[in-house]
């Protein structure tokens, strides 16, 4: 696609129109297929502009998710769900990524050598190696008197593992 070219590229808002126009085909023909990968690079690219908000990403983002289980392309989702899975874990969100993630993840029964189930292995045992780090008592406590929030500034005071 033109957008991941121009996003490779640096070109940022030229990517953006591509994906304007592209996303204006899609709904003029009624071609749903492409709307997932529309809405996903979408996302991915206004993660890169400057001046845009997270909010406005993760937006698309979600419809790239929402488009891709309405079709149950799989793979669709997977990509959808890594791009989202990022951002989150940028955000800290570590818990909603791995609810949202290791369900589609497990759900693949072959391909496992592909660059998309590579990466998603990655990601989830990334996050399994954080979980731990802290003893599953710590983590219930935590969670029970502080919800999620203190999860993560506890997570975050802790010193890097030895290796």
């Known amino acids: 696609m033109l957008a991941d070219v121009c996003a490779h590229l640096g070109y940022t808002a030229d990517g953006l ?3 304007a126009e592209a ?3 899609v709904e003029q023909l009624e071609e749903r297929w492409w709307e997932a990968g529309v809405c996903r690079l979408r996302g991915g690219l206004l993660l890169r502009q400057t001046g845009t908000s997270q909010g406005e990403a993760e937006t698309w983002l979600q419809r790239a998710l929402d488009g891709a289980r309405r079709q149950e392309a799989k793979a669709l ?3 959808a769900a890594m791009s989202l899975a990022r951002l989150w874990r940028e955000q800290g969100k570590h818990t909603e990524v791995r609810e949202l ?9 072959e391909g496992f050598d592909t660059a998309d189930l590579q990466e998603a292995k990655a990601l989830l045992e990334e996050l399994a190696s954080r979980r731990r780090h802290v003893p599953a008592r710590a983590r219930r406590t935590l969670t029970a008197a502080g919800g999620q929030g203190a999860w993560r500034r506890f997570a975050l005071a802790l010193p890097a593992p030895c290796t």
């Open 101 to 109: 993630f290791a369900p589609i993840y497990r759900w693949f029964t």
């Open 23 to 25: 996303q204006t085909l």
């Open 77 to 79: 989702e997977l990509r």
């Open 17 to 19: 129109q591509a994906l």
